[in-house]
Nanobody, 127 residues
Framework: QVQLAESGGGLVQAGGSLRLSCAAS????????MGWFRQAPGKEREFVAV????????DYADSVKGRFTISRDNAKNTVSLQMNSLKPEATAVYYC????????????????????WGQGTQVTVSS
């Protein structure tokens, strides 16, 4: 049974930082690209960041480039999202997701490319 468990969410002031983590179990972690998505109240879920199976390739939404950093540890089956210079518009539930990929460098950005999802962790950025 695949499980993705996010942690690290919370309340932070604008300009602050948070680090989200996702622990994966029940899958061969190194076969999956790992992504972070978020969903704000009343809005659709959107892509935030992705890291390839190998960890050598990453991609980010334009809104977070230069401020967020995704990383992974294949030995510990974890993926993290370091979020700096947070803005109020980053307030959302953040989801970790796994996408089974053949290519080591693949970085999927679409929701439909992900087969497994965590339950989400709330991030609230106050102004």
């Amino acid at each position: 049974q695949v499980q993705l468990a996010e942690s690290g969410g919370g309340l932070v002031q604008a300009g602050g930082s948070l680090r989200l983590s996702c622990a994966a179990s029940g899958l061969t972690f190194s076969r999956y690209a790992m992504g972070w998505f978020r969903q704000a109240p009343g809005k659709e879920r959107e892509f935030v960041a992705v890291i390839s199976r190998s960890g050598n390739s990453t991609d980010y939404a334009d809104s977070v480039k230069g401020r967020f950093t995704i990383s992974r540890d294949n030995a510990k089956n974890t993926v993290s999202l370091q979020m700096n210079s947070l803005k109020p518009e980053a307030t959302a539930v953040y989801y970790c997701a796994a996408s089974l990929r053949v290519l080591l460098q693949s970085t999927p950005v679409h929701i439909y490319e992900y087969g497994y999802w965590g339950q989400g962790t709330q991030v609230t950025v106050s102004s």
